[in-house]
């Protein structure tokens, strides 16, 4: 996709829920591929598209345009039903949209100073939330039903957050996880824990979402500042083993998370993540306590990491990928 005509680059590139697939907009269209061999799997010829969130696996595409032609605004979020190719349903907003997050619940969408909660299944808005400015959209959400929090900047001077229960309808707590203002963050698939970074981009903090007022851990990148461009934890139903991060640096930083060791001890000694895990862990782990992977991407260019679960072929058992984009 780096190599595709100057005329087609790429505006916009996500996972699904699952990390399973893949989609990206372009000036023509958008198309969706596997994740597990890049096949492509759809693709439209509509115009500039900015944004393609997709809903797990289903036929349910949310798109915004780009604004190069009059019915792709990017004030206009289209619910599109990949299966039929037709739109659903649209919903039109007085600013451009910024970022839109969903499950099999609800629908979010961010503006620059409000953020929209839907039922997803009727449309029906539920809360409006009024933000401090987020030119951005920098968000996280947790696809989960039973731990679904949306988490969005508090400030524009600090890196204090606001959790909301996308839910319950209400706001969870506050959090002052950095001096800087925010630059990412993402929150477990199963809305457990959140990671920040700061603009600064030398520590990366994780707290419990339960007690998330008391930080977890903080973890050092480096030394000097670096944009951190994402987050990832890896796939868990109780607790993620692997935070990795990606910079413009252009290296991808894994770090193993000292939740339960007690409970892990007896897996450190083989596969993937025994083989990052260091012999000893503290609340405060320097670069030397996590692995480095240089030159994964060229400094400079914004990329985004997953960690997923493969099933191998050869038998049923399953490893942890990173998968960059």
Do not use: W
């Not at 492509?40 to 997709?54: K, P, Q």
């Not at 679904?148 to 204090?160: H, Q, R």
């Not at 400094?299 to 490893?319: E, M």
């Amino acid at each position: 996709m780096a190599n595709q005509p100057s005329s087609y680059p790429i505006l916009c590139a996500s996972f699904n829920q699952d990390a399973s697939l893949f989609a990206i907009g372009t000036r023509d269209g958008f198309r969706i591929f596997d994740s597990n061999n890049g096949r492509l799997c759809y693709e439209r010829a509509l115009g500039a598209f900015n944004i393609v969130e997709m809903l797990f696996s289903s036929n349910l595409v949310a798109i915004v345009g780009a604004g190069e032609q009059p019915s792709l605004s990017p004030r206009r979020l289209c619910l599109f039903n990949t299966m039929s190719g037709n739109a659903l349903r649209e919903l039109n907003f007085l600013t451009s949209i910024l970022a839109v997050r969903m499950n099999r619940k609800r629908l979010v969408v961010l503006l620059q100073d409000k953020t929209y909660i839907y039922d997803i299944n009727s449309l029906t808005i539920l809360d409006r939330i009024d933000t401090v400015p987020n030119s951005k959209g920098t968000c996280a959400f947790s696809p989960s039903l039973d731990g679904c929090f949306l988490a969005i900047p508090a400030s524009i001077t600090k890196g204090s957050l606001l959790l909301y229960n996308v839910m319950e309808l209400q706001l969870h707590c506050e959090i002052d996880a950095h001096r800087a203002p925010l630059a990412t963050m993402v929150l477990s698939s199963n809305g457990m824990y959140i990671a920040t970074a700061s603009e600064q981009g030398t520590m990366i903090r994780v707290h419990l979402v339960s007690e998330a007022t008391k930080q977890s851990y903080s973890f050092r990148r480096g030394s000097y500042p670096s944009t951190i461009f994402s987050l990832s934890f890896g796939p868990c139903s109780q607790v993620p083993e692997i935070l990795v991060a990606t910079s413009s640096s252009g290296s991808v930083h894994v770090f193993p998370l000292g939740f339960a060791i007690n409970q892990r001890s007896s897996r450190r000694s083989g596969g993937f993540l025994g083989s990052i895990m260091p012999d000893s862990i503290s609340d405060k782990l320097d670069p030397a306590h996590h692995h480095i992977v240089h030159n994964a991407i060229p400094a400079g260019i914004k990329s985004y990491a997953v960690i997923r679960k493969v099933d191998r072929v050869s038998d049923t058992s399953s490893s942890e990928t990173v998968a960059c984009r």
